[in-house]
């Protein structure tokens, strides 16, 4: 099988997960014990912290370990909301964001709260004057996504930053395309809230990270023990957190070259498609794009039909969010960029990984051109 499906999971790094075994079979001792072997894990899970802060310009204090994106854009959405809710109740997203932020803001929604969903231009990017003109006196949070993960349009985060700074609106982000895979910092962006997940790039699955500006008061989404400095609650997963932060210490300490690298790569890929298979149109941003995304429409195709071929002749892809799969709904990102029904269920999403071969990418042309014949046949 060719993986061609890094957007909605990649495989672990392996010398990270050899660094963490070792959580999982000698040391395996609860953080919060109290006896030495205890104390060595609970030191360990603090550099780890440390590590992740460094790459981010943050302050080891203000990274909290979670179970992964989903969790993090809940706790971050929900209790930023809460904490704020005696000046408002009105919040400003966008029509392109991950289901684990537009299904919290739809609860939200039912509890009386306000959403403003911004629209896109057919790149997939924000109008920084439309979200300046949503801005009212009751907005208490502003939720745009870093990179898109149908699409991998890359967001003007520094530009949101500084608006929700000039208005006193705290300002969450959901970075889980983003790590990993561009240079971050905080500060600079005037992030308040970034969320993180470590299986989208090369930690195992159920471990992820909120980061939380200091001086957010944010009160906890998971009630119990006094983990996280109280403020998340549960026994940690000492394993994927330092796996996590040497997979992302070593997507970092890289990332220029495996840009660079996964662009190489998917330009050509990207060429050989728009050449040689008729009907072929670029969905998103050439530029402002994550360097290993491609998503594609194709005229007269049934997406669906066209994932299943794929399979069928060795090759993992996707239409887009892997939440969407199984449901008949057709990508809400790519009618959000077009309003085009067709495109929106004949699209399909290829996303490499610094793994990725020059080899694999020309067998997934030739199968996809073989299928994309098959179908129009
Ligand atoms: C994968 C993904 C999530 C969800 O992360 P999980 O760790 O799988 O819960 C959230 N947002 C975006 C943009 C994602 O790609």
Known sequence: MIYMDNASTTVVDKEAFDMAK???????????????????????????????????????????????????NNWAILKSCELMENKGKHIISSKIEHHSVLHTLSYLEKKGYEVTYLSTDEKGIIDINELKSAIREDTVLISIMFANNEIGTIEPIKEIGKIAREHNILFHTDAVQAVGHLPIDVNELNIDLLSASGHKFHSPKGVGFLYIRSGIKLTSLIHGGSQERNRRAGTENTFGIVAMANAMKNCYEHLKEYNIQMQTLRDELLSLILKNIEGSHLNGCMHNRLSNNINIYFENINGELLLILLNQNGVCASLGSACTTGSIDPSHVIMAISNDKKRASSSLRLTLSKYTTKDEVNTTFEVLKKCINQLRK
């Open 22 to 72: 070792k959580y999982l079979f000698e040391n395996y001792a609860n953080p919060s014990s109290s006896y030495s072997m205890a104390n060595d894990v609970k030191a360990d899970m603090e550099d780890a912290r440390d590590m992740i802060a460094d790459i981010l310009g943050a302050r080891y204090n203000e990274i909290y370990f979670t179970s992964g994106g989903s969790e993090s």
